[in-house]
């Protein structure tokens, strides 16, 4: 996961933070993706891209790195 929280002690030895597991590396790659595609918005308006266009896209995009990166494993 990417981003994931991190529990501290304080003083007494108590745990003052809870833990959290972050989000997904799909999100993660996917926030990326989506975030590149909106920064050109020629792209958008070339292609007449909605929002649920861009996210949809934006997945596509995370889903085809994470196989790669899954086939490219030794």
Avoid: C
């Amino acid at each position: 996961p990417a981003f994931p929280g991190e529990q501290g002690e304080d003083k007494h030895g108590n745990w003052n933070q809870p833990w959290h597991p972050g989000i997904s590396l799909r999100a993660y790659i996917a926030t990326a993706a989506m975030q590149g595609i909106l920064a050109n918005s020629l792209v958008a308006e070339r292609y007449g891209l909605q929002i649920k266009d861009v996210t949809q896209e934006a997945v596509r995009y995370a889903d085809a790195l994470l196989a790669e990166l899954e086939r490219k494993k030794p």
